[in-house]
């Protein structure tokens, strides 16, 4: 009868670790608020997590900066660089969660997530953004 009891919560607890990890996963997903996605400047409606063929583009359009810095925080984009142009901010950042391969700055510094954003647009793409910003 012990063992059977034991099983029992052993399974529970295995359960209910399962949901935490889920739930983890969803809180901590990069896929914040309102966010458009695009692979290959097509429309795709997710992102289908952060890994994607090597030599795909991926990019999220957001309704305000404060997303856009939402989720360059939950995918732990460093930012390298930051270059401002006609009301344009640009953001060229590094983020070891995403699996896109490493462009370089003129200075050698890598990044793989590009972000912009200016009065009423923020986007960000990985590697680089594309499209118009």
Known sequence: MSIILGMKKMLLFSALLVCVAIGCAVWFSPLAGNAVFYA????????????YAPD?????????????FDALDKIGAR??????????????????????????????????????????????????LQGCY
């Open 56 to 68: 795909a583009c991926v990019r999220a359009d957001f309704a305000t900066v404060a997303e856009l």
């Open 40 to 51: 290959d400047n097509e429309p795709c409606g997710n992102a289908d997590g952060l890994c």
């Open 79 to 128: 930012e390298v660089y930051r270059a401002e142009s006609g009301g344009t901010t640009v953001i060229y950042a590094y983020s070891d969660r995403v699996c896109a391969k490493a462009e370089r700055l003129g200075t050698g510094e890598p990044y793989n997530v590009m972000a912009a954003y200016s009065d009423g647009s923020a986007c960000m793409g990985t590697p680089v």
